[in-house]
């Protein structure tokens, strides 16, 4: 397939600075929770004024899940009870869920992204407790939002594009980076980072969406946890999710100085807890 039809990167780079921004609260949030130098009541001030937030923090603190039949009666309770990290993701899930749920994928048939982009916000979780290397409280967030990009291509490409990139990647034996990079001049992950900047997230959010697919060309160890996250969700939506992973894991792997042999239990309980919490939120 010829691949000289050409998209300005500079029109991809508009779309990606114009997608609908996140509420103010989340991203005060995010500034808030990437400092690691916070109090819990900085974190309430910033809720405190939002109905819907301090109505799904409460739900989230009050649920079963949370390990507790001492019901949560305030912002401040629910705060310390599930955690800054935890509290900016449920934040950030209010706010993208409804645009990862209507994501199609290239061809036309039902992408769910949603269930991609929450089951790498858990995987991340548990990569954040096997490492011995320092993690920030925003892993989740990010991993959460790693492909935001492609929401950007969705919405300034054609369907028609959007399935010509899925074409070349098939038609090449390409992976889907790869066959957007050929055809656009840049690919998902710098124009989630550009989102990530126009939503005035911090640096360390942008980085980890930047290099997600590359994280070895990042000095944060925050991308690695990222890009392992990605790959264990991709793992658990495969027909036989604990085949040896690919030489990219295991490199993520070792540089987060993980057992290798404690994979597998990774893609198990990653698994396990998308599967309960699919069952909580009837996903």
Do not use: C
Request: hydrophobic share 45%; proline share 6%.
């Amino acid at each position: 397939m010829s691949t000289n039809t050409v998209i300005e990167p500079e029109r991809l780079m508009e779309a990606a600075n114009a997608l609908e921004p996140l509420p103010v609260s989340v991203t005060r949030l995010a500034s808030l929770v990437a400092s690691d130098d916070y109090a819990a009541g900085d974190v309430v001030e910033v809720i405190a004024f939002d109905q819907a937030l301090t109505a799904l923090i409460l739900r989230a603190a009050n649920s079963a899940s949370s390990g507790t039949s001492k019901p949560v009666a305030t912002v401040h309770e629910a705060v310390v009870r599930l955690g800054g990290g935890p509290v900016l993701t449920l934040a950030t899930n209010g706010a993208v869920r409804s645009r990862l749920k209507q994501h199609t994928d290239p061809n036309g048939a039902r992408f769910d992204m949603w269930r991609h982009s929450v089951t790498a916000a858990l995987a991340s979780e548990l990569v954040k407790n096997a490492t011995s290397l320092y993690v920030p409280a925003s892993v989740m967030t990010a991993a959460l939002l790693h492909d935001v990009g492609r929401l950007v291509l969705a919405k300034a490409l054609t369907p028609h594009m959007l399935h010509l990139i899925a074409q070349l990647a098939e038609a090449e034996n390409l992976a889907p980076l790869e066959a957007e990079r050929a055809v656009l001049m840049t690919d998902h992950a710098e124009l989630g980072a550009i989102a990530a900047e126009a939503w005035q997230l911090p640096d360390t959010i942008v980085e980890a969406i930047r290099h997600h697919h590359a994280p070895l060309q990042s000095s944060s160890p925050l991308a690695t946890i990222v890009a392992l996250a990605d790959e264990l969700a991709h793992t658990t939506e495969q027909d036989d999710p604990y085949q040896m992973p690919n030489s990219a894991t295991i490199s993520a792997i070792e540089a987060l100085d993980i057992p290798p042999e404690e994979y597998g239990d990774m893609v198990a309980s990653t698994i396990e807890r998308y599967e309960q919490l699919a069952e909580r939120f009837d996903a």
